[in-house]
């Protein structure tokens, strides 16, 4: 559920800053700020947007007047800064995912590993510190590089390690749904967002992609389980 909120609280947040013409450019895990980290309160979760020392006011160009004034030519349309946001929103979500993941099948590892030792009377041996996770620059060379956009490919990569089951599970919907309950997974959503949201229909003034994204795939954003 907490990954849910988050995606979800990332979204909104990303679609007040475009619909009031302000692209971030800069996002990532580390411009993300939480009100809880607990899954339990997964439904009060609180996301702000921070760092946003990159960022472009693309739609707050007016002379003293209330006039719009001309770009220059060095800032690239909103839309195209939009996407740009889309994609970093996509791979922090990834990065998110699949680092917590990892994280807790080092912490699984660990204490299997002690309790072996203690069954075969060995003095428990510190654990050994974990491989640096993934971030998002390794998964924009394995999305856009190598599977060129596809999740579904990325998503088979994925599944032969199994440090990552868990991240898969969330991904794929399988941990909220019930015995009888359709997964309902996110893999349409990454695809969406990694792609910077291409194909999608002009928003409408005051609305942006990102808050057309929440609509349009709200059945893994807002799914509830059963488990």
Same mark, same amino acid.
């Given at each position: 559920?907490?990954?849910?909120?988050?995606?979800?609280?990332?979204?909104?947040?990303?679609?007040?800053?475009?619909?009031?013409?302000?692209?971030?450019?800069?996002?990532?895990?580390?411009?993300?700020?939480?009100?809880?980290?607990?899954?339990?309160?997964?439904?009060?979760? !609180?996301? !702000?947007?921070?760092?946003?020392?990159?960022?472009?006011?693309?739609?707050?160009?007016?002379?003293?007047?209330?006039?719009?004034?001309?770009?220059?030519?060095?800032?690239?349309?909103?839309?195209?800064?939009?996407?740009?946001?889309?994609?970093?929103?996509?791979?922090?979500?990834?990065?998110?995912?699949?680092?917590?993941?990892? /994280?807790?099948?080092?912490?699984? /590892?660990?204490? *299997?590993?002690?309790?072996?030792?203690?069954?075969?009377?060995?003095?428990?041996?510190?654990?050994?510190?974990?491989?640096?996770?993934?971030?998002?620059?390794?998964?924009?060379?394995?999305?856009?590089?190598?599977?060129?956009?596809?999740? *579904? !490919?990325?998503?088979?990569? *994925?599944? *032969?390690?199994?440090?990552? !089951?868990?991240?898969?599970?969330?991904?794929?919907?399988?941990?909220?749904?019930?015995?009888?309950?359709? /997964?309902?997974?996110?893999?349409?959503?990454?695809?969406?967002?990694?792609?910077? /949201?291409?194909?999608?229909?002009?928003?409408?003034?005051?609305?942006?992609?990102?808050?057309?994204?929440?609509?349009?795939?709200?059945?893994?954003?807002?799914?509830?389980?059963?488990?």
């Amino acid at each position: 559920r907490y990954a849910r909120a988050l995606a979800r609280g990332l979204l909104a947040a990303l679609a007040a800053v475009h619909a009031a013409g302000v692209a971030h450019r800069g996002l990532g895990p580390a411009c993300v700020g939480v009100s809880t980290v607990d899954d339990r309160a997964a439904g009060d979760l !609180r996301v !702000r947007l921070d760092n946003f020392g990159l960022s472009a006011c693309v739609g707050a160009h007016r002379d003293s007047e209330g006039s719009p004034l001309a770009l220059p030519d060095r800032v690239p349309p909103l839309g195209v800064l939009e996407r740009e946001d889309l994609r970093a929103a996509g791979y922090a979500i990834l990065e998110v995912l699949l680092q917590a993941s990892e /994280a807790d099948h080092a912490r699984a /590892a660990a204490a *299997a590993a002690t309790e072996d030792g203690k069954g075969a009377g060995r003095e428990a041996q510190p654990a050994a510190p974990p491989a640096p996770g993934v971030d998002q620059n390794a998964l924009r060379r394995l999305l856009e590089d190598v599977y060129e956009c596809d999740v *579904a !490919r990325f998503r088979e990569y *994925a599944a *032969a390690d199994d440090r990552w !089951r868990d991240a898969l599970a969330v991904l794929d919907g399988r941990d909220l749904a019930g015995e009888d309950e359709e /997964a309902r997974p996110a893999w349409p959503l990454v695809q969406d967002l990694v792609r910077g /949201a291409e194909g999608g229909e002009v928003p409408r003034e005051g609305m942006s992609r990102a808050k057309e994204l929440l609509a349009e795939h709200g059945a893994w954003l807002n799914a509830a389980g059963t488990k």
